[in-house]
């Protein structure tokens, strides 16, 4: 089981950047891999990100490439989105995600684990 709570919404102008956190428990946290999505209002939840369980590799959507940064410490159990160059259609509710397969997956229903999701609200 891992348990998972996000954190670092918030509201910023476009331009602006924002790290968001997600805090795991359980001590199998090592072995997932972790993902971040986003769901705008009326629209389906979408991937951003993903990063395996060693740190090595990542992949993102090509909306967010060169922008947004994943990163993991499996000391602390943490995974960390950071957000630069916001745009006001980055906004949406961000979702942490684990996966316990070894592979870097990019659909939700791959997912194991959500946490409750963090609001990013970014103005024109």
């Known amino acids: 089981q891992v348990q998972l709570v996000e954190s670092g919404g918030g509201l910023v102008q476009a331009g602006g950047s924002l790290r968001l956190s997600c805090a795991a428990s359980?001590?199998?946290?090592?072995?997932?891999?972790m993902g971040w999505f986003r769901q705008a209002p009326g629209k389906e939840r979408e991937f951003v990100a993903a990063i395996r369980w060693s740190g090595g590799n990542s992949v993102y959507a090509d909306s967010v490439k060169g922008r947004f940064t994943i990163s993991r410490n499996n000391v602390v159990n943490t995974v960390a989105l950071q957000m630069n160059s916001l745009k006001p259609e980055d906004t949406a509710v961000y979702y942490c995600?684990?996966?316990?397969?070894?592979?870097?997956?990019?659909?939700?229903?791959?997912?194991?684990?959500w946490g409750q999701g963090t609001q990013v609200t970014v103005s024109s």
């Open positions: 359980g001590r199998t946290f090592i072995r997932y891999a």
């Open positions: 995600a684990a996966d316990a397969s070894t592979a870097l997956h990019v659909h939700a229903w791959e997912y194991d684990y």
